[in-house]
């Protein structure tokens, strides 16, 4: 069971890695040949005719094939759309693949409660519950019971799931950091925390969420308009062997990936002593890399496009973050080390 190897393995996580190259183009001529771990950009959050997004399946999901992705979640509200046609259609082994997926639309009262079940056997009704973390939780459970993975989605939609609330939910492993819908409140205000504070406060508490970047892309129609919900915003890296489903989430659950929102990285490292990361570099564009722990300190800044961190141990959680001078950002999961706090 995969949680149960999630949980082993985040209690000391040790990922030993070679150097990685990341690049597509090196990607695709080494595809077929090869079952090395590489990188592959996916997107988990998409939505299509089949609930309120303006275009159909197969338009969809040509557009992320043609967008240099090599997978796609299609995750229509409350309906679970079949993918075999559409991999027969644009798939191709080890260079695209579509999974099968459904953003269970729940409520408590006024507030949206909406999960993905990634890779699910079975369509998942919304379960209802009497509070905004027994809904979640119940949700959560319908998807694993149908052999999905959940990921809790845009928790300040709606201002809906708090950190304490999100920190509470079990068998879950991955949340939004971000989300491409206009609406989501990713940045938090008004008093309300924004999605990293709260990742922060849950790491803070010696409990381990991975961050996904998504799009929640409903509309293909109208790139202009920055009011609608638009692909191409977000998007996860996954360090996987092969291109299938199983492999992609067991990635995403063991936290072997970044998110980003247009920050690529050529070389990632975790051991138990440093954190290592490297930035493929645009012309002109210069980056800073935040290595960031116990209540969101910044323990170490670099002004490069690569940096090392040396773990000393007492820090509670590493994870690094990289800004590029246009505002773009990945997000480097965290690694909890021995001694976090523990609720
Ligand atoms: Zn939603
Ligand atoms: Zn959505």
Request: proline share 5%; glycine share 10%.
């Amino acid at each position: 069971m995969s949680l149960l190897r999630v949980a082993a393995g985040s209690a000391s996580f040790v990922v030993l890695v070679s150097a990685l190259e990341i690049g597509a183009t090196r990607l695709e001529a080494r595809a077929t040949t090869q079952a090395q771990p590489r990188w592959l950009k996916g997107n988990t959050h998409t939505h299509t005719l089949n609930s309120d997004g303006d275009t159909a399946p197969d338009e969809v999901v040509r557009w992320y094939r043609e967008h240099g992705y090599q997978f796609l979640v299609l995750s229509d509200h409350n309906v679970l759309t079949s993918v075999d046609g559409l991999n027969a259609l644009l798939g191709a082994d080890e260079r695209f693949l579509v999974i099968r997926g459904e953003e269970v639309t729940d409520r408590f009262q006024t507030k949206p409660i909406h999960i993905n079940g990634l890779n699910l056997d079975s369509l998942v009704p919304p379960q209802g519950g009497n509070s905004v973390l027994e809904t979640v939780q119940r949700n959560v459970d319908a998807i694993r019971a149908a052999n999905g993975v959940p990921h809790v989605n845009h928790p300040n939609f709606g201002w809906a799931i708090s950190a304490d609330e999100l920190a509470r939910v079990r068998n879950n492993r991955l949340f939004e950091i971000f989300n491409g819908h206009p609406q989501v409140n990713n940045v938090g205000g008004g008093g309300s925390p924004g999605l990293e504070q709260m990742w922060d406060t849950i790491l803070s508490r010696g409990i381990l969420l991975y961050g996904i970047a998504v799009d929640d892309a409903h509309h293909f129609k109208r790139p202009w308009d920055a009011e609608s919900s638009r692909p191409g915003q977000g998007w996860i890296y996954v360090r996987a062997e092969r291109l299938t489903p199983s492999a992609i989430l067991e990635a995403m659950e063991a936290g072997d990936f970044y998110a980003s929102t247009g920050v690529v990285l050529t070389d990632y490292q975790v051991t138990p002593s440093s954190m290592t990361l490297t930035v493929r570099r645009r012309p002109f564009e210069k980056y800073r890399v935040q290595f960031i722990g116990r209540g969101g300190r910044v323990l170490w800044e670099a002004a490069s496009s690569s940096a090392t961190y040396r773990i000393r141990g007492d820090e509670g959680y590493v994870r690094a973050k990289v800004l590029d001078s246009n505002g773009r950002v990945a997000w480097v999961q965290p690694v909890l080390l021995p001694g976090a706090s523990r609720r």
